[in-house]
């Protein structure tokens, strides 16, 4: 029998919470993935917290499927407890988790910002309460992993000066960013700055399916700027943060940080070399816009082709602080998609991507979004729901692919920060069936196969796994229609219902963490 092999001990395995996001435009602006703070929270004003701009778009008519918002979403801020216990029964090592900028910056008062080298002040009940939910993950034995933004930008900043549109948006990032790292970092050591920035400028201000809901067709948006300016500033913000991080909490309390990017797969249609080069061209342009910058200190050519001089550009001096910001290549991944040549959205490179192949089949089993598949199982030996450990599976289409992609390409240890499955189970299934999430097990096999495989064959390094999701949660622009959990949510009594794949994953990293 061979040998099973191992991770090393120090290997972060656990979940994340928080967001879901559209990975595609038009036919595919669905929800995806982390657990962001308006994703689970709830309790908007609590503990003096003031509107974000999910608050306010979640208002207006038809943002969100359901025409819910997160003011209750999984009720966390009040269960947090209860959500730690059921991480520590997962087995999970670490959890990934937001904060809420406008629960620890106090915007109730005078606009501070207007006054040269001043800020908003910080709101102690907000910090007070992170520290107790931080403490609480640490008695239990779980590592905190802490994204400082998850697209919910402070309403107070976007109302005055346009947020992200504004440069002014950096120095008020970094400031909120310093009062986190002060107030936390002499116990929490693993720090994200942004959370999939291509979507905060694609999704909200390119398409406008996100908050702040801007695009050429609604809130007086222009698609063809607004998304690179919004772009180039979160570029700017996450750099600036960094360096501060690093000059003046590193040396005393130590700690890593970086970004997390967001991508799928992308494979060639065919081996036609236009679509080749089709594929090279999603990966700069979804991927590279935000990556190339930060590890190499230039903007990719494919997109500055593209945009010409609607690209901004960066100051010596910027582009100084702006490479190498990144101790590690954050990656959320969900899927892979065949690529061809053609397409006029500039968000998508001007490619057309697909799920089906040349002869017709499909790459993958259809999840509950149509912008996900996963592979589909051969050989599958099942003698009842839970028996996940009798499956054999092929690799994920593209997950291992992707790995090599990216430490081939950027030369820099990957954190897997976010990867699961909508199953269409979820939402079509009574609560005993529910928790039975066959699609979902077989898709965290398979995934995390590719990624045993990326790095004992290929020799990727990959230092960490977060499923996506803890729970079911706010899932953005789907409210509560897609549910991504490994634990199922009854929204109406709140009451929490571990699936199958919560157990796979619990009995999967046990068996693949080295415990040396």
Known sequence: MSETLKLPADFLYGFATGKISSLWPSSRLDTQRNVAAYQIEGSPSAVNRTPSIWDIFCQSEGATKDGKSG??????????????????????????????????????????????????????????????????????????????????????????????????????????????????????????????????????????????????????????????????HLILAHSYAVQYFRNHIAPSQGGTIGITLDSGGYQPYDDKPENIRAAQRAYDCRLGWFADPIYKGHYPAALKEILGDRLPQFTEQETSVVKGSSDFFGLNTYTTNLVEEGGTDELNGNVKTSFVRPDGTQLGTQAHVPWL???????????????????????????????????????????????????????????????????????????????????????????????????????????????????YVDYDTQKRYPKDSAWFLKQWFDDHIDKA
């Open 71 to 232: 003011d209750v979403a999984t009720d966390s801020l009040n269960r947090y407890k209860e959500d730690i216990a059921l991480l520590k029964s997962y087995g999970a090592k670490a959890y990934r988790f937001s904060l809420s900028w406008s629960r620890i910056i106090d915007f109730s008062g005078a606009q501070a910002s207007h006054v040269p080298g001043t800020f908003d002040p910080v709101n102690e009940k907000g910090v007070k309460f992170y520290r107790q939910f931080i403490d609480e993950l640490l008695r239990a034995g779980i590592t905190p992993c802490i994204t400082l933004y998850h697209w919910d930008l402070p309403q107070a900043l976007h109302d005055r000066y346009g947020g992200w549109l504004n440069k002014k948006v950096v120095d008020d990032f970094v400031h909120y960013a310093k009062i986190c790292f002060n107030a936390f970092g002499d116990v929490v050591k693993h720090w994200i700055t942004l959370n999939e920035p291509w979507c905060s400028s694609g999704l909200g201000y390119g398409y406008g399916t996100h908050a702040p809901g801007r695009s050429t067709k609604s809130c007086g948006g222009n698609t063809a700027v607004e998304p690179w300016i919004v772009g180039h």
């Open 373 to 487: 598949q996963t592979c589909k199982p051969v050989s599958v030996r099942r003698s009842s729901a839970s028996d996940w450990m009798t499956m054999m599976l092929i690799d994920p289409e593209g997950f291992r692919a992707l790995l090599n992609y990216i430490w081939k390409t950027y030369n820099t240890p990957i954190y897997v920060t976010e990867n699961g499955f909508a199953a269409k189970s979820d939402v079509v299934l009574s609560i005993p069936e529910v928790i039975h999430d066959v699609d979902r097990v077989d898709y965290y096999h398979g995934y995390t196969e590719a990624l045993l495989q990326a790095i004992h064959t290929d020799g990727v390094p990959v230092k960490s796994y977060f499923a996506w999701s803890l729970l079911d949660n706010f899932e953005w622009a789907d409210g509560y229609t897609t549910r991504f959990g490994v634990t």
